[in-house]
């Protein structure tokens, strides 16, 4: 079974920038399917960014053009760089490992995009 950690969340100010850092540990993540996912206060869990195996990507129309989504296989390390952070990105962010029949989750890592 993976096991996923999250990092570099934080406070940041409306236009600035960062980038969020999966771990993982487990031996599928070279096949795996990763996403990243975010849930706001009171509202539902939504998509971010996914990036498969092969490097094919998908981002919810609310990032593209703002947010990255890459992976390092040798690493096994899965990145969210995220540019002209907007109040609405504010949500915990959680990654996602998906490889039939696993779906893991890490526990989150907060941002907060306010002046």
């Known amino acids: 079974q993976v096991q996923l950690v999250e990092s570099g969340g934080g406070l940041v100010q409306p236009g600035g920038s960062l980038r969020l850092s999966c771990a993982a540990s487990?031996?599928?993540?070279?096949?795996?399917?990763m996403g990243w996912y975010r849930q706001a206060p009171g509202k539902q869990r939504e998509m971010v960014a996914t990036?498969?195996?092969?490097?094919?990507?998908n981002y919810a129309d609310s990032v593209k053009g703002r947010f990255t989504i890459s992976r390092d296989n040798a690493k096994s390390t899965v990145y969210l760089q995220m540019n002209s952070l907007k109040p609405e990105d504010t949500a915990i962010y959680y990654c996602?490992?998906?490889?039939?029949?696993?779906?893991?989750w890490g526990k989150g890592t907060p941002v907060t995009v306010s002046s």
């Open positions: 990036i498969t195996s092969g490097g094919s990507t």
């Open positions: 996602n490992a998906r490889n039939f029949p696993i779906n893991a």
């Open positions: 487990g031996t599928i993540f070279s096949i795996a399917t």
